[in-house]
């Protein structure tokens, strides 16, 4: 498509629920970057997808998350037994290398209630 | 590891100021370097970019140089506008061990005032 798309925009949860996030990045884009953006703090890195790579899961902050990537595609990023902390909004991104620019999705905003 | 240092915010400026956003980072190899905005509301937007030492990265009157030797990478504008009014994200990837990796600065908020 013609930019990243991430669905749902808006997720409302109660504590303890499995949700799952899904990103549709640009066609082609070989590299897809998950992103977690606290209210009022900067930019976590998750996980990093790149080709057929073992993917950089050293930003995952549990294993409570977890996220794969199908068929090089569309990526799915998965938290399991949410918390309240887990109130972010959710970044996906995706690239054709790491010295071109980067395109965000509009992200999905996950509440824990 | 790799890393980026922004200047803390909030900078609130009146319109048609000068504008720097000071921005430093830690790398081994040569990264690439990034600005990207976040205007209130809306996703990440890639504002500019350089590759390599002394590269200058322009969009929308925004400059920034990828200085190596004092390892920084600065946004400017001349004159600012109340629609400039957003959060500016300095960034690297690549360069040593970190692959890919977008690494972010932690942003900072620009306020322009008519």
């Known amino acids: 498509g013609a930019g990243v798309s991430q669905s749902p925009s808006n997720k409302v949860t109660e504590k303890g629920k499995d949700v799952e996030l899904r990103c549709d990045p640009i066609?082609?884009?070989?590299?897809l970057y998950w992103y977690r953006q606290s209210l009022g703090q900067g930019l976590e890195f998750l996980i990093y997808?790149?080709?057929?790579?073992?993917?950089?899961k050293s930003g995952l902050p549990s294993d409570r998350f977890s996220a794969e990537r199908t068929g090089g595609s569309v990526s799915t990023l998965t938290i399991q037994r949410t918390q309240q902390e887990d109130s972010a909004v959710y970044l996906c991104?995706?690239?054709?290398?790491?010295?071109?620019?980067?395109?965000f999705g509009s992200g999905t905003r996950l509440t824990v209630v | 590891g790799n890393s980026v240092t922004q200047m803390e915010g909030p900078v609130t400026l009146s319109e048609e100021a000068f504008l720097t956003i000071n921005c430093t980072y830690t790398?081994?190899?040569?990264?690439?370097l990034f600005w990207y905005v976040q205007y209130p509301g809306e996703g990440l937007q890639l504002l500019l970019k350089?590759?390599?030492?002394?590269d200058k990265g322009s969009n929308k009157g925004f400059e920034a140089t990828y200085r190596k030797e004092t390892t920084s990478f600065h946004l400017e504008k001349g004159s600012v506008q109340v629609s400039d009014s957003a959060v500016y994200f300095c960034?690297?990837?690549?360069?040593?061990?970190?692959?890919?990796?977008?690494?972010f600065g932690q942003g900072t908020e620009l306020s322009v005032k008519p």
């Open positions: 066609s082609g884009h070989t590299a």
């Open positions: 790398a081994t190899g040569y990264p690439s």
């Open positions: 350089a590759t390599k030492a002394d």
């Open positions: 991104a995706s690239s054709l290398g790491d010295r071109d620019g980067y395109t």
């Open positions: 960034a690297l990837s690549g360069g040593g061990n970190q692959g890919g990796k977008l690494i």
């Open positions: 997808f790149q080709g057929n790579s073992a993917p950089d």
